[in-house]
């Protein structure tokens, strides 16, 4: 397929804006562009063209299955944009008088009233724009709690070995230094080596639950004992909440910080590169170090003090907000509940398929995801986790995610989330099945594989280590 640039010809082009009709209104002559933009130049046919091609080559859900570990791409309501897409909500400035704009404080105020229930928080900011940014600002909170106390001595942060590779990088980029935590050979946090590394110096914890192989810690209550009795804190990263929102309540399980992906459990199309909410939600007693303004009767508070300052410009990506209260308010409690139950029941049922050949790297019940180890099936066959997702590709399916948690070799992590049905569940198993014969029958197959993708299997050393990110004009 040729790039846009390729398919410019001189002197062609579209009127998209009606003429100007206000005075023209200049930079000085020294802050203007020396040479011209390139641009392309096309008829606004070819355009159309152009960008419904590209839209035939992308993949999301409402395409087929996508089931990507770790990440809940799940298929969300129609409803919900058309809500969010509301002039009401969509018309709004962010520098208009906050008198003007009551029915959207509202709407904060009654997200973060859900939001704090479910997961047992006091209170709420929707600053952060992502997860990985709501990460930093949860550990920021638990820094500045620390220094407040004049604790300036807890200089590390713990964290699982299993964990999403942006736990270390928000602790590092909060001035942490990281301990890691092994995990046991059922997959969840060793309490033996916790013990060992709690102190006076431990600020925290961070720690996923169900964490990242897709098991819920039955020693929760005890992990967050222990970081507690050492004066550390505990954060939850909910990017699994998907699994446990309605059943349980990282508050409850002992955690006293936690960001949400609300662009991964509450209703935002996910992996489209943005725009997310990684909102966090804190305990009372870590209120005071929240990002400002803070909400506060349908209000903003700017008397924060002890604030850690703006974390984001604004109040974040306000119809994010307003999609996952749509999603809470259509759900309910009974609603929510029953999505999570689906949501395990669903990986639950797929893996039982599934481990009627390939194995699983913990034989066990799992939550929401779970995860294959393809080291056997290599040795066998010579076929790969990866070989195995390029041969999905060929059958119209979205891989899952290939190796990783790092502690799984060969792995496959698969999360179908709760909104596939059984038929696309046992067609997926199929599909799988036949890869798995493929393997042992014809494995050289699958290493050429995909075949019929327009894109084949690229050198993907090469396109780690000398990315084209240009056009060469």
Known sequence: MDLIFEKSVPGRGLSLLPPCDVPECLPDPENLRQTALRLPEISENDLSRHYSALAKRTYGVNCGFYPLGSCTMKYNPKLHEDLSALPGFTGIHPLQPESTAKGCLRVLSLAEAYLTEITGMNHMTFQPAAGAHGEFTGILLIKAYHRSRGDTARRKILIPDSAHG????????????????????????????????????????????????????????EITRIVHEVGGLNYYDGANLNAVMGVVRPGDMGFDVVHLNLHKTFSTPHGGGGPGSGAVGCKAFLAPFLPKPVLADASFDYDRPQSVGKVRSFYGNFLVVVRALAYLMTLGAEGVREAAENAVLNANYLMKKLSENYDLAFDTTCMHEFVLTLESLKKQTGVSAMDIAKGLLDHGMHPPTMYFPLIVHEALMLEPTETESRETLDAAAAVFQSLYQLAHTDPDALHRAPQTTPIRRPDETLAARKPVLRYAF
């Open 166 to 221: 942006t736990n270390p990088a928000s602790a590092v980029m909060n001035g942490f230094e990281i301990v890691n935590l092994p995990s046991g050979p059922d997959g969840c946090l060793d309490l033996d080596a916790l013990r060992a590394a709690v102190g006076p110096d431990t600020a925290g914890l961070m720690l996923t639950n169900p964490n990242t192989v897709g098991l819920f810690d039955k020693n929760i209550l």
